[in-house]
């Protein structure tokens, strides 16, 4: 089922539109050296074949885990003897390229400098770190996205219905064709792979007979739908309610059931101010560190990082204190209660503000004892509205006793 034509090729659409580099590229006869990098069953090997078969140039693929620097320079003997002796260019695709040491990187240099070849690298890691400079430097960088639930779809149903894949011979169930496109996460080499192991079992393809192919059961889960409202709520009211079991099973059905993982990364970080807040400052740090982990690295392995948030969030001790205060100051602005700023607040750095009076009469807190001073900071209409009113739960229980002291202090109280 590998595209043949870059018209055949799905998912992609910001690298293989009209205009863009690689397009042009494929439709020049000019060498050119390319570095695809993107998660697993993204079409990188795919690009390369296919810039091959467009060009009609030779094709010659290194896997970078089993070939070493006497593998490449045999290759690109062989590809500048065929160049001599017919001008034929070759596409040199090297798989996995990042784990090319920098000998075996620097034996590419002359082929790529002198345009013996067309190099095409393939990396699912970040060529910054993993690629030498000098290589990368000559070479046209481009990152290819994980594949959305739709072209997954079109990948599957391209393949039941198309004479290279099961030619009409199978009917996939649309609940079939549902658990599969969970099941792929975005990898269509996956999602073909399941396919072909469901097709040897029955021409009628139900999600009974996938999950019997692949030993995995269908997660009744629609991402759209009420199972995606109901489960995510149930997973927040499960951390909220401190348990953690109950909400590492509602993470579990939403990882297995394809849910994207920034997602979930995200709502954890709103629980982690809404629901926690000062009681446990730290798990917020948790929370961000989990959203960014999940972002550098995906998953299956940000499952982890994944579990470790839920964990912390649910046995926090819980406040909500920051949703409250936050709510209240806002709702007081929109019902009109603004007021001036003071003036000892304004700021007094422009030309002209001493003669308004700007700053004027301003108390340095740094330059009294403990940091601190009486003078009026809110506007006149808020003075005595109190928005924070922290609980005695966790880490929030010394916070609401300095709190309140400096609160007195300032109010003159």
């Not at 002209?352 to 108390?363: D, N, S, T």
């Not at 009026?376 to 739960?393: I, L, M, N, S």
């Amino acid at each position: 089922m590998r595209p043949r034509t870059l018209d055949e090729v799905i998912g992609q659409r910001h690298l293989l539109g009209q205009g863009t580099p690689l397009r042009r590229l494929v439709e020049s006869e000019a060498p050119m050296s390319l570095f695809l990098w993107g998660p697993p069953g993204t079409g990188k090997t795919t690009l390369a074949y296919v810039v091959s078969n467009v060009t009609k140039r030779r094709f010659v693929e290194i896997s970078a885990v089993s070939a070493g620097v006497k593998d490449v320079r045999a290759a690109i003997d062989d590809a500048r003897r065929e160049l001599g002796m017919t001008g034929r260019q070759t596409v040199l695709f090297v798989d996995e390229v990042h784990r090319f040491n920098k000998a075996q990187q620097d034996a590419l240099l002359p082929a790529v400098e002198n345009r013996w070849v067309t190099f095409i690298g393939a990396t699912t890691e970040n060529p910054f770190f993993s690629v030498i400079s000098p290589l990368l430097s000559r070479s046209l960088l481009l990152t290819l996205e994980s594949l959305s639930d739709d072209d997954v779809r079109a990948v599957l149903e391209r393949a039941v219905s198309d004479p290279r894949g099961l030619g009409g011979r199978a009917t996939l169930a649309p609940e079939a064709l549902d658990h599969l496109v969970r099941l792929a996460g975005g990898d269509a080499r996956r999602s073909l792979t399941y396919l072909e192991a469901a097709a040897l079992l029955a021409d009628d393809i139900t999600a009974e007979v996938v999950e019997k192919a692949v030993d995995k059961a269908a997660v009744r889960y629609d991402r759209q739908g009420d199972q995606h409202y109901d489960v995510i709520s149930a997973f927040i009211k499960s951390m909220r309610g401190s348990d953690a079991d109950a909400a590492l099973h509602y993470l579990a059905r939403m990882i297995e059931a394809g849910e994207d993982p920034r997602f979930i990364a995200r709502r954890i970080v709103i629980f982690a101010s809404e629901d926690v807040g000062m009681a446990d400052p730290t798990c917020l740090q948790t929370a961000v560190a989990t959203a960014q982990a999940v972002q550098l690295i995906g998953l299956p392995e940000g499952q982890i990082n994944l579990a470790q948030a839920v964990i912390h969030c649910a046995l926090a001790p819980k406040s909500n204190a920051v949703v409250k205060a936050i709510g209240a100051a806002i709702g007081d602005v929109r019902r009109g209660l603004i007021g001036q700023v003071p003036s000892h607040l304004r700021d007094a750095h422009y030309p002209g503000a001493a003669k308004l009076g700007h700053g004027e009469g301003y108390k340095y807190p740094h330059d009294y004892d403990h940091g601190l001073v009486r003078q009026d900071y809110a506007p006149e209409q808020v003075r005595d509205r109190r928005y924070y009113e922290p609980t005695r739960h966790g880490a929030e229980a010394p916070v609401a006793e300095r709190w309140s002291k400096i609160r007195d202090f300032l109010r003159g109280s």
